[in-house]
């Protein structure tokens, strides 16, 4: 427990400290009022009720659009099976300009569904939720789908058989199982939508702010410390009441079951229940995740001349002859570069977390694993200027190194580590490895062979989604001024700041790379064999 | 080992490699290094590579370019870290950003070389020095030239035209509140209507049906008609961009064009005008001093046009032939001084967005 408490002190809770510090301490004594003054503001009430029930919302839709999606991937086989999970996952990692202006296209004014339909989305608040929906769907089939893709099918047949009918047998035997890890998807869903900024902007307008939104305003644009102080340790409140709820819901439910591979619980499709069920995930997934995306690569490839590859070779030779543009191979490599940077990060620090989680119980580490979630909710703005102003002094003045990029990108990948891991840890039986003791295995070997193949897939799982949160970041790197190494979402949205088709063009092709670079690393990934506990 | 020690044993070894690692690399930064000059700047920053070469032979410098987000949050990072700056020379605080870093105390004097070629009127703090104008640009309202013809309707070419009921729902504009063209425009009304005129403007201009959107790319790229040459799905043909926009439409246009697909409406303009300057505390005040003098220089300067995207500070500097070509001067933009922004930015910002938002 003592290296994630350590990075988590050093490289989360000081620089937030820092910044909140330099805010709310004016002249050498704590100037308190200001709370009072800022949340007695009608505008910040309203911005803070807006944030609250769209990221509820949000929640909502996000669990009962891609609940069916979770139990699709976890159940049953089927062809491209493996490339469509990474599919689904690929705009995780897309940058919220590119996604949204994707969905302008689709469901704005003038775009395809306005064309075909005459239905309209932009500067509503569906078009926010459902892009909402577009990046988290992934969280939900992941986080619960690969639980349950470990559940043994038998206990819910053996409940059919005596008698229960197919909604019985799951609301009664799979539905407890799985809620540890569906609290743990609605948890990260949530929060991830609770600091919604880029959607927000895009899609929502002028007229819907979130609390991420006014803490960018108020740090990065008019520097007004104190309010933003404020508005953050109303964050950080927000995010305590709902861990604290979520932690009080899952803890009851948690209890030893017993894991199988997944290759053996999924059965191709029968009956005709289970084929709709197949068909209506993938109408889903069509209308919501890949259309979206098909825009994208659409345009990427309708050149100046038609369709072909202009944009692709324009990356090519103009980013020989100055800094503005990034050639795709070197955007590539830092982006890979740094996410494997992050993911090792990532795992290490969640991975001994929730090590340490499992074993120990009691109330300081149950706050602990709380706290190991609070970046999440944290606004990227207050972590990346409290980096600026809390490491700044040597031995730590990391404020020009490449390492500040990793390291913030595993904030954000660490909770997602824990999250995955943890449900997986604690349902491993104790008594297997009292038995492997017992055997004589020393406690390094029962770990190697009893706990590392069960959770060997949740941990490949998690590093996944640490490689595609730190891939796809975007918040806090742009506010750490960091040596011009451009991962491809700074890239991309250095294009698109640009006028004229070409740069337009150019940054499409750019993300069309991102989403085959995210797709190839989650698919190879996926091909890691892992040992299953049936092999002993 | 019994498992207690071995975590432990781990864990230590895990913060030590960790720590040597995190110093590894903030001591490599380069900051110490005599032969290095950093230069800290927003996204926007552009330059080409031979320029570049061309500083380093001379100087022996080579530059390493930090980038901080947009301008506003790049000149705020400055602020905070006054003192014990991240870099030599600050490039990219416009006016509109101006009075912060100045009454804080961000930047030392210097005066440049070459800033004799640069008109007064540019210089914000011709006492001391303590920054350097490198460029300007206007933000001005562009048109879709292919959507006004096709109406047989004329352009407009200023703000009163903007209020007319024959350009009814036409406009699209950027929150003022956290894009800087969107703010640019604003201060446009304010400079021409004057403190107390631009709030009545704004009011004919909603009922006009102007379109607001947080964004310049969202503005630009979605929105507005004539973007992506042509091929934009937008319906408005009027948008708030720069008035270096047409030119960049046409760039690396096969055949060149007779003029670009987008026009300037050119009494609509506001003019930014960005600064560069000398960091308070700099480890490297020397090549700061070598970086400052290189960004005035003629060979900076006429490398710009085409790299940003605005236009050089030296009158001497010449243009390249896509800005003469396809772009537009223009002679007499709206102006409000540093001070004044600073003063009222909030509040205006306040009353606009009650004005157009709400």
């Known amino acids: ?383 990346g200027f409290g980096f600026l102003i809390a490491l700044d002094e040597p031995p730590l003045d990391l404020r020009s190194s490449w390492f500040l990029v990793p390291l913030a990108q595993a904030l954000v990948g660490v909770p997602f580590v824990i999250r995955t891991l943890l449900p997986v840890l604690r349902s491993v039986d104790v008594r297997l490895r009292e038995a492997a003791a017992v055997l004589g295995a020393s406690p390094l070997r029962a770990w190697r062979e009893v706990e590392l193949p069960l959770v060997g897939r949740a941990l490949l799982v998690s590093a996944g989604f640490a490689f595609a949160v730190s891939l796809g970041e975007f918040g806090a790197t742009v506010f750490i001024a960091r040596p011009d190494a451009p991962t491809l979402p700074v890239a991309v949205a250095r294009m698109l700041g640009r006028a004229g088709e070409m740069n337009y063009g150019q940054a499409m092709a750019l993300s069309t790379i991102l989403m085959l670079v995210c797709a190839g690393v989650l698919l190879a990934l996926e091909r890691v064999r892992t040992h299953s506990p049936g092999e002993f | 080992m019994n498992k207690h020690a071995q975590r432990a044993a781990a864990a230590t070894t895990a913060v030590l490699a960790l720590a040597l690692v995190a110093t590894a690399c903030g001591g490599s930064g380069g900051d110490g290094d005599p032969k290095t000059v950093t230069l800290v700047t927003h996204d926007s920053f552009a330059a080409s590579k031979p320029v570049l070469k061309d500083f380093t032979e001379r100087t022996g410098y080579k530059v390493k370019v930090l980038r901080g987000g947009d301008a506003g949050a790049t000149v705020n990072q400055a602020v905070l870290n006054k003192g014990n700056p991240q870099g030599d020379v600050l490039f990219g605080v416009d006016n509109t950003l101006l009075s912060r870093p100045l009454e804080e105390g961000v930047f030392a004097p210097y005066e440049a070389k070459g800033l004799s070629a640069v008109p007064k009127g540019l210089q914000a703090d011709p006492d001391k020095h303590r920054v350097t104008p490198v460029d300007t640009g206007d933000v001005c309202v562009n048109y879709d030239r292919k959507w006004f013809a096709d109406k047989k309707l004329a352009p407009p070419r200023s703000l009163a035209d903007l209020v007319k009921p024959r350009y009814k729902n036409l406009l699209v504009t950027q929150n003022a509140a956290n894009s800087s063209p969107g703010l640019s425009f604003l201060l446009a009304t304010v400079g021409t209507y004057g403190e107390k005129g631009w709030q009545g403007y704004w009011k004919k201009l909603r009922a006009n049906g102007v379109e607001v959107v947080d964004s310049w790319e969202q503005a630009y790229n979605d929105r507005f008609s004539g973007s992506r040459g042509g091929k934009g799905k937008g319906d408005r043909p009027l948008v708030v961009s720069y008035a270096s926009s047409p030119p960049v439409e046409v760039m690396g246009a096969k055949p060149e064009p007779e003029q670009a697909p987008t026009g300037i409406a050119k009494e609509t303009c506001f003019r930014q005008t960005e600064y560069a300057g000398l960091l308070d505390g700099a480890k490297n005040t020397k090549g700061g001093k070598a970086l400052l003098d290189f960004l005035l220089s003629k060979k900076f300067q006429e490398d710009l046009p085409l790299q940003m995207f605005v236009n050089p500070a030296r009158e001497d500097a010449e243009l390249p032939k896509l800005f003469t070509k396809y772009g537009e001067t223009i002679d007499d933009p709206a102006t409000v001084a540093p001070q004044k922004i600073a003063k009222n930015r909030e509040q205006w910002i306040k009353t606009w967005t009650s004005l157009t938002v709400k």
């Open chain 1, 1 to 383: 427990m003592a290296v994630p408490a350590a990075f988590f002190v050093l490289f989360f809770g000081y620089p937030v400290a820092a910044i909140v510090g330099r805010g709310l301490r004016q002249g050498g004594h704590w100037n308190l009022d200001i709370v009072g003054r800022v949340l007695s503001d009608p505008d910040i009430l309203q911005v803070l009720w807006f944030t609250v029930w769209q990221a509820a919302a949000s929640t909502a839709l996000t669990l009962a659009l891609a609940l069916p999606g979770a139990y699709v991937f976890a159940r049953l086989r089927f062809p491209g099976k493996g490339l469509l999970r990474a599919v689904v996952t690929v705009p995780f990692v897309l940058p919220t300009v590119v996604a949204g202006s994707a969905f302008l296209a689709l469901g704005g004014r003038g775009g395809a569904l306005d064309e075909w339909f005459g239905l309209r989305l932009d500067t509503s608040v569906w078009a926010v939720l459902l892009a909402h929906v577009f990046f988290n769907y992934a969280v939900v089939v992941r986080t619960v789908g690969g639980f349950w893709a470990q559940l043994d099918p038998r206990q819910e047949e053996a409940a059919r058989v005596l008698g229960a009918g197919r909604l019985a047998a799951w609301r009664r035997v799979t539905l407890p199982a799985l809620a540890p890890s569906l609290g743990a998807a609605a948890l990260i869903v949530f929060l991830f939508t609770f600091t919604s900024f880029g959607v927000i902007q895009v899609l929502g307008g002028p007229r819907f702010a979130t609390l991420e939104v006014e803490i960018y305003r108020q740090t990065a644009t008019l520097l007004e410390l104190p309010t933003a102080a404020v508005l953050t340790l109303t964050q950080f409140a927000a995010v305590a009441a709902l861990l604290a709820v979520h932690a009080w819901s899952v803890r009851k439910r948690e209890s030893a079951l017993s894991l199988v591979p997944a290759e053996r619980t999924a059965r191709r499709p029968e009956g005709p229940a289970q084929w709709a069920v197949l068909w209506s995930v993938l109408a889903v997934i069509a209308l919501l995740i890949v259309l979206p995306l098909a825009v994208l690569v659409e345009r990427a490839f309708n050149g100046p001349d038609g369709y072909g590859l202009a944009f692709f070779r324009a990356l090519g030779s103009q980013s020989e002859s100055g800094t503005f543009v990034v050639a795709p191979a070197a955007a590539i490599g830092n982006s890979l570069a740094y996410a494997a940077a992050a993911t090792l990060i990532a795992l290490v620090v969640g991975g001994l977390a929730a090590a340490a989680l499992t074993r120990r119980a009691g109330r300081l580490v149950r706050g602990f694993d709380a706290l190991l979630m609070l970046p999440l909710g944290t606004s990227a703005v207050t972590v």
